[in-house]
């Protein structure tokens, strides 16, 4: 990936150059305005050298935290995070359309193939809880008709009846609901005891 130079304009670099000389440390600067440290005392040194002819190309104006303050913030959560900016991304392409997606992108510091990525994401999936509403009413229904049967025997009959549906998920429907058969143990007859001698 090819990448740009940021050009910055003159008079950003003059404001940058009176923070410098009002106490402001380089580094501090950097982090405020999203630069390469170095560049402050860059130049500020060649301010001083040729004042007339100092700054004068045709840079632009880049000002990271002034644009987009809450830009910061964002750079520094974890990576669950990256959507929002993306959703701030997509907000100042939709108020700004001159603004270029690269150039937004830029701004935030993400990647453009992350947004693209972002923007293609497939929607929410369907709700398993009303999936398992009318699962639920079609097992009380069997279990109604058929109390003998456990979740094995009721996965059968919803299969017979259509459902496309685990044995796993049938339990645990049943076992929330409490619609599990209960079994009877048979206790031992007292005429049949042997006793031996």
Known sequence: MKKTRRRYDRDFKISVIAELEG???????????????????????????????????????????????????????????????????????????????????QLHRASRSGYYKWKRRPG??????????DLKDQIQKIVLKFPEYGYRRVT?????????VNHKRVLRIMRDNKLLCLTQKSAPSRNHVQTWK
């Open 124 to 133: 929410p999936a369907p709700s398993a809880m009303g999936l398992d509403i």
């Open 156 to 164: 059968t009959e919803l299969r017979n009846r259509g459902y496309v």
């Open 23 to 105: 106490g402001k440390t380089s580094a501090q600067i950097a982090r405020e305005h999203g630069i390469h440290p170095g560049l402050p005392s860059r130049w500020r040194d060649e301010l001083a050298e040729n004042p007339e002819k100092a700054f004068s190309g045709n840079g632009k104006k880049y000002l990271l935290g002034q644009l987009y303050p809450d830009n910061d913030s964002l750079r520094r959560k974890s990576k669950k995070d990256t959507g929002q900016i993306f959703t701030i991304i997509q907000d100042a392409l939709f108020k700004n359309p001159q603004l270029s997606i690269r150039k937004a992108c």
